[in-house]
């Protein structure tokens, strides 16, 4: 074993808890949001979970990473979360990079790249900006196989319309 048993077991506990954030991304997923889920991990406990309810909330601030960041600060009782880590499915975006930023996050996982419009290094990595004041470690390409095909699963869905976007909003028929 080349490995330090800290990174084994570190490796190991980043799966599981991507794992969970893959769990709710699959909830986003059932109401026709994009499938993106994330969870905050505080001690070794997930004390904030959060999907996709963009679509669902007709609301751009209904990001999974941010739903969770409002729930974590509520359990810790601070805006604060320093010695959290989140686990997100996709790589966050310029508003979500920009609230774990704000909030002091020391670690983030990610399980896919999103080339498009990523921004903790795909497009720009607001994670990583020296003339910040906070800079966050990242984590990439856990469970990166099952979070991409989660992803290409709902895009071919909604190319075939077995998705209703509106589903679940408020003028839905369902
Ligand atoms: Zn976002």
Redo the contacts with the bound molecule.
Sequence with gaps: MAKAYFDETDEKTDELYMKQALTQAKKAYKQGDTPIGCVIVYKGEVIARGYNRRNKDKLSLS?A??LAIKKASKVIGDWRLEGCTMYVTLE??Q??AGAIVQSRIPRVVIGCMNKKAGSCGSVINLLDMKEFNHRVSITKGVLEASCSKLMSDFFADLRVGAINKDQGGTHGTA
Excluded: A, K, L
Aim: charged share 15%.
């Design positions: 990001h990473e941010i966050p975006c508003m979500c």
